[in-house]
Antibody
Framework: EVQLVESGGGLVQPGGSLRLSCAASGFTFSSYWMHWVRQAPGKGLVWVSRISSDGSNTNYAGSVKGRFTISRDNAKNTLYLQMNSLRADDTAVYYC???????????????WGQGTLVTVSS | DIQMTQSPSTLSASVGDRVTITCRASQSMSTWLAWYQQKPGKAPKLLIYEASTLESGVPSRFSGSGSGTEFTLTISSLQPDDFATYYCQQYNSYLLTFGGGTKVEIK
């Protein structure tokens, strides 16, 4: 069974940093592109970033480019999102999600984690 | 970026009703569109991809159609478990974008 479990969320002050993790199991993690998607309270879904299966290729939404860094450790079956220079409008539930594996990253997401809440406030 | 516009934003319906949700893209995108269902406090769940392909395990009362700039999600006979928010997502562009969502409420 595919499982994605996010962790690392919490309360952080504006300008601060946080690193999210997503532990994957039930599939060959190193074979799949992975995504981060966020959802502000009461709002819709927004794609944040993607990373290729080997970690060599990454893309970001314009709103986080230069502040967020996606990475992965295939030996640990774990996806990361390093978030720096956090702002109030970064407050959201952050989901990790799996790319189905045949689109090269430009795709939908077939499995999602339960999400972790990041709150940016003083 | 490709903008995705869903309508309506809220829909009130009864069990057994046929429900249709529309998603319009700001530019033509073939059939690179997915639909998700999300319940409060839960992660989105994939329903349909490539505009009309039903994800494994999804009930057949869900169907998708469309191409180019206009797409629809249809629930043929609304069930109690279907009251949720539905999102479309385009993957024609490398900048993935979602529609604003359609909340299906009990009438």
């Amino acid at each position: 069974e595919v499982q994605l479990v996010e962790s690392g969320g919490g309360l952080v002050q504006p300008g601060g940093s946080l690193r999210l993790s997503c532990a994957a199991s039930g599939f060959t993690f190193s074979s799949y592109w992975m995504h981060w998607v966020r959802q502000a309270p009461g709002k819709g879904l927004v794609w944040v970033s993607r990373i290729s299966s080997d970690g060599s290729n990454t893309n970001y939404a314009g709103s986080v480019k230069g502040r967020f860094t996606i990475s992965r450790d295939n030996a640990k079956n774990t996806l990361y999102l390093q978030m720096n220079s956090l702002r109030a409008d970064d407050t959201a539930v952050y989901y990790c999600a799996r790319d189905p594996g045949y689109c090269g990253g430009d795709c939908y997401m077939d499995y999602w984690g339960q999400g972790t809440l990041v709150t940016v406030s003083s | 970026d490709i903008q995705m516009t869903q309508s309506p934003s809220t829909l009130s319906a009864s069990v057994g009703d046929r429900v249709t949700i529309t998603c319009r893209a700001s530019q033509s995108m073939s059939t690179w569109l997915a639909w998700y269902q999300q319940k409060p406090g839960k992660a989105p769940k994939l329903l349909i991809y490539e505009a009309s392909t039903l994800e494994s395990g999804v009930p057949s009362r869900f169907s998708g159609s469309g191409s180019g700039t206009e797409f629809t999600l249809t629930i043929s006979s609304l069930q109690p478990d279907d009251f949720a928010t539905y999102y479309c997502q385009q993957y024609n562009s490398y900048l993935l974008t979602f529609g604003g969502g359609t909340k299906v409420e009990i009438k």
